[in-house]
C-alpha cells in the first residue's frame, strides 16, 4: 500500500516538472485560434501544411473571433498565439489592447469570402427575399406609417409581402457571440433598415439610436437562437419544412439535397454569385498574423506562403472545395505580397 | 377480528340497522386500495420501460448512423512507381500525387477534357498520395514497378456507395455528378471499389478529409488525460478521505470543510476550467492544450467525488476492526495502513473509476485551456497538445461535410464502449473485493 502510494507521488512529481521545463522552452508549432466560420479553412491549410512540409501541423482552436482576438492580443510571449482567424475585420478597440500589451500591429490576410445564405427545407418552396423584408421579419422594433416605432407586429410572412407565403415566421441563427451573426445584422438588418426613410433620417442625428433600432433582433420567438452548430440547423430545417435557417455558405454547399438557400435581392446564394459581388450578403474573412513571432515560431512564414498559394485560396484551390469564395485575382495577389513582405497594417 | 362492538359502527344508524364490521369496512375499500398500489407500481414500470425506450432510441440511432463508418471505401489501383519522378535521393518530396493521378487516368482512358480529368482525379482520396509516400520510403525497391494496390477513396464515393448520397435526386442536387456516377458504377463492375475494414479510423488523428480522419489523437489525449487526472486525484482524495475520517477532530472547521467538498461536487464542470485558465495557465504559465494541464483541471473536478467516496468506504470498515488492531499493539497507522485501507479500498477504487469515467466525458472545462482544438499530430506526451474524445465528437459534430456524420456515431460509439468498460470494472472490483458485515 505504501509503495504503491509513493510510487504515485514521484510519477505525479515527474509529470509537473516535465511540463513546466517544458514550457519554459519555446514552442516548435504554430498556435491559432478564432472564427469557427475560417477554422474549416485554416485547419485544410494547416493539414497540407503538416503533411507536405517538416514542420509540425499546427494546433487551430476555434474560439470565435472576438474571444480569438483577445488570446491574440493578450500579450506577445510565445505563449500567446501567433494567428487569430476573424470572421471580420479587427476593431479598432481591439488594436487598442493589441497595442496596450505589447503586440505591435499585426499582418492583415483576407483569405476570401464567405457568403451567409437564409436557407430552407427542399420540401418546402423556395422563398425570394429581400434585405427590407428580413429586416420586417426579424427586428424588434419596426417603424409605423406616422415613423415612429413600434413593437414588430408580423407573425407571418404573407402580413409583410401578399406574395409570400402564409406560414408562420421562424428563422432558426446563430447566437450573439457568432461572427456570422454580426455580418448578417450589419450586412441584412442594417441595410434593410436604411430602406425606411424616417430610420435613415436618424442616422444622421442619432447614430447610436439607428444602430440601436436597426441591430436589435426580435425575442418573442420568431428568431431561434441555434447554437453554433451550424450542422444542427441545417436538420432542425430538415425536420420543419416551414422555418427558415442562417449559416454560411459552405453548409448550403454540402447539403444541396437538403436545403436550398433564398433569393435575396434578386440573386440566389449561388458560388458563381457570391464570388461576383452580385449575392449581397458575403463578407470577407480574415487572418491576423503576430509580426514578432515569425521569427521565433518555426514555419509561420511557409504556412502563409502555403495559405495565399494560388493552390491552396486560388479559384481552383481546395480551399474553395471546402467552401470558401476566391477574392478576385487583384485581392489575391494584394494578399500573397503582404504575406511574402509581412506588411503589417495601417493602423488609422 | 369479528368483532361487534357497536360503539365502533355508526351510532347514528341506531339499532335497526346491522352496524358495519371493521372487516366489512376494510374490505370495502380494499379494490380502491388494490387499485392505488397497482397504479404505483405501474408508474414505476413506465418510468422504467420509458427510459429504456429512450436509450433504445439513443443507442439505436447512434449506431443506426454510425456502423458504416467502421468500414472505408477503398479503389484498387496499378500504381507504376514511375522511376522518372521518384528521385531516390529526394523521396519526401516526389510528386505522389500525380502518381495516383497517373493510376487513375490509366482506368479511363476516354475521358479527355481537363475539366473531366479533375473529376476523375478525385475519386481518389488526397490522403492516398501520403501512403504512397510511405511506402517507397519504407522500401525503395519499389521504384520501378508496378503495383495493385487498394487505396483509399474519397469521402464523397464513400458516401455514395454507402448511400448517404441519394442517385436518384436531380443532378444538381447532390455533391456526384452524374460522370462520376457512371465512373464509379464502372469501377464497382470491375471490382476496383470496395468497403474495407477502416483501419485509419483507429490509427489517425483528426483531419479535414473525412476518410484520412480517426480517432487516435483523440484517444490518446484521452489517455494522457485521464492518467495525470488518475495519478493526482487518486493519492490526494484518498489521503484527504482518511484524515478527515480517522484523525480529524469533529468541529466546526471540519464541518466546514465537509460542507464544502460535497458542495464542490454539485459545481458546474465549467467552474473548473476557469480555475484552471486561471491559475495553471496564466499564472503557472503551464502551455495552453496540454494533456497535463487537462488532467490537472479534472482532477480538480474529480476530487470532491472520489473523497466522497473514499469517506464512506472507510465509513463502512467496522470499528471493531481498528479495535482489534490497536488491542493488539499496532499504532494508529498500521492500523489504517495494514487493515482499514485494504478493506476499503473496493469503494475507494469504484468511487475512483466512477470519477474517472465523468473525468472521460467532459468538454467544458476543457473548452477553457484550449484543448477544443483542430490537432492533427497524435500526442506523443504529457506535454504535446491534444484533445480528447468527447471533444474529438463535438468538432466533427459541427463540420459541414457530410462523412463526418457517420464518423461522429461511430466516435459516440467508441467513448461509450470505454465508459462501459470501466463502469463494467467498477463493479467487478466491487463484487470481487467487498466484504460485507
Redesign the interface.
Known sequence: ??KI?LT??T??LL??A???T??ADG?D?I?IVGS?TV??FS??V??QF??TTKF??P????TGTGGGIKLFCAGGGV?SPDIANASRQIKKTELETCAKNGVGAPVELKIGYDGIVVANS?KAEPMKLTRKELFQALAKEIPAADGSLKANPYKTWKEINPNMPDSKIEVMGPPPTSGTRDAFVELVMDAGCEEFESIKAMKKTDEKKFKAVCQTVREDGAYVEAG?????IVQKLEANPKSLGIFGF??L?????KIQGSVIDGEAPTFDNIASGKYLVSRPLYIYVKKEHVDVIPGIKEYLGEYTSDRAMGE?G?LAE??LIPAPEKERKATAKDAKEMNAMVLK | MNNQDPKAASPANGDDARPMSTIERVSLTLPRRYGKERRFRLFGFSAIVVSLLFLVLLLGSICSKGYTAFQQTRIRLDVFFDPAQLDVKNLASANYAGLVRDAVFALFPEVESRQDKRLVAKLASGGAAYDLQRMVMDRPDLIGSTQSLWLLADDEVDMFLKGHIPREVPESERRVSDKQIVWIDHLVASDRLEKRFNTVFFTAGDSREPELAGIRGAAMGSFYTLVVTLLLSFPIGVAAAVYLEEFAPKNNWTDLIEVNINNLAAIPSIVFGLLGLAVFLNFMNLPRSASTVGGLVLTLMTLPTIIIASRASLKSVPPSIREAALGVGASKMQTIAHHVLPLAMPGMMTGAIIGMARALGETAPLLMIGMVAFIVDVPQGFSDPATVLPVQIYLWADSPERAFVERTSAAIMVLLLVLLMMNAVAVFLRNKFERRW
Open positions: 500500500m505504501q502510494s504515485l507521488a510519477a505525479s509529470i509537473a516535465a511540463t513546466t517544458q514550457a514552442r508549432y498556435s469557427s477554422y474549416p485547419t485544410a494547416a493539414e503538416g503533411k509540425k501541423t494546433k487551430i482552436e476555434s505563449d427542399k453554433e452548430n451550424d450542422n444542427l459552405s453548409f454547399d454540402q447539403n444541396t439535397d481552383n481546395y471546402k467552401g
